[in-house]
């Protein structure tokens, strides 16, 4: 994690002049795309925080490069929201002519909950305490797979 990230993640676009400035006087090369311990470019942190000018300050000034992806295997553009702007999708190389966002909700609010995550999660003992006590349960155990 350098200062590149820490300024990409928290927006300071007139840090990232500066050290850029301060950077090339001083003639120290930056690298726009380092990653960090779980892959993400300050591209990535800019991208997942909503931070459009940090983005086009690092592709059109600094070159970063857009298509890095990071540990996960996604690149910066998939961590955009549906506000971002259209030039910024574009920018970050975006696919043209697809679906990004989902026009159906992924999970119906009209879902039955028959049992619940904990109830999956305990031990083959603890089913069997709660068999003893709740014949229903047993029975349903009985003939699950």
Known sequence: ?????????H????????????SQKA???????VKSSCGYTPLHLAAIHGHQRIMKLLVQKLNSKVHMRDSSGKRPWQY?????????WQLLGAPKGKTIFPTQPLVSRNSSRKTSLAACLKTQ??????????????????YSD
């Open 1 to 9: 994690y350098t200062a590149l990230h820490w300024i990409a993640k």
């Open 11 to 22: 927006g300071a676009t007139q840090v990232l002049q500066d050290l850029v400035s301060g």
């Open 27 to 33: 003639g120290i090369p930056l690298d726009v795309n």
């Open 80 to 88: 955009l929201s549906s506000s971002t702007s259209g030039e910024v």
């Open 125 to 142: 003992h603890m089913k069997w305490k709660m068999a003893a006590k709740y014949p229903a349960l047993r029975e349903r155990e009985e």
